[in-house]
């Protein structure tokens, strides 16, 4: 198994463009997230899914849509980048349900807006 | 909303020696889990240990124990018998069990010196 797998793995985009980081987990789990890590924090909850086509927000929704159209996917878009979308970014998955599960993180995405 | 609080930015202890990290959070679920997370200079994110809010007796993994004091709201790790390997940030997590979202407290850098 690959695990959680994103790409890429560095991105340098320039003010107001648009691109999507790719997520994708071969474990067959429900739950999937993206969060973000700043300078000096932990991570935030972007957005997260507990299964195909459902979705919802998270603590730092703003700037970011995401779908979900298979269990595997988890596309996040940036509509028009800005340089306070400068961070790295985690994609997780895991089983989901009641049970605290153990949520699995893709090795991240280091981008950078100008 | 739940928060968390690490209140040790930094550490630094010698190879072999005993390090507790401490912890604290504010939540208002009955049913959650606790992780910790260690996150090394590589940036992946990697579960350290995992606890059942409902259970009382402390989670241990190896060298990995916590003191968990569910009144108190604390989850301190402890790390035995500490390696160069453990140098990394550690990230303290609690999560509902309903909502499977992870908040992050904003970590603690530990260093194992030789």
């Known amino acids: 198994n690959a695990g959680v797998t994103q790409t890429p793995k560095f991105q340098v985009l320039k003010t107001g463009q648009s691109m999507t980081l790719q997520c994708a987990q071969d474990m067959n789990h429900e739950y999937m997230s993206w969060y973000r890590q700043d300078p000096g924090m932990g991570l935030r909850l972007i957005h997260y899914?507990?299964?195909?086509?459902?979705?919802d927000q998270g603590e730092v929704p703003n700037g970011y849509n995401v779908s979900r159209s298979t269990t595997e996917d988890f596309p996040l878009r940036l509509l028009s980048a800005a340089p306070s979308q400068t961070s790295v970014y985690f994609c997780?998955?895991?089983?989901?349900?009641?049970?605290?599960?153990?949520?699995?993180f893709g090795p991240g995405t280091r981008l950078t807006v100008t | 909303a739940q928060t968390v609080t690490q209140s040790q930015p930094e550490m630094s202890v010698q190879e072999a020696e005993t390090v507790t990290l401490s912890c604290t959070y504010d939540?208002?679920?009955?049913?959650?889990?606790l992780f910790w997370y260690k996150q090394p200079p590589s940036r992946q994110m990697i579960l350290v240990i995992r606890?059942?809010?409902?259970?009382?007796q402390n989670a241990t993994e190896n060298r990995f124990s916590v003191n968990f004091q569910k009144a108190a709201k604390s989850f301190s790790l402890k790390i035995s018998d500490s390696q160069l390997g453990d140098t990394a940030m550690y990230f303290c997590?609690?999560?509902?069990?309903?909502?499977?979202?992870?908040?992050f407290g904003q970590g603690t850098r530990l260093t194992i010196n030789p």
């Open positions: 899914s507990v299964g195909a086509g459902i979705t």
């Open positions: 997780a998955s895991s089983l989901g349900g009641q049970g605290g599960t153990e949520q699995y």
């Open positions: 997590a609690p999560l509902s069990g309903g909502a499977q979202k992870l908040v």
């Open positions: 939540t208002s679920e009955s049913n959650y889990y």
């Open positions: 606890q059942e809010a409902y259970k009382q």
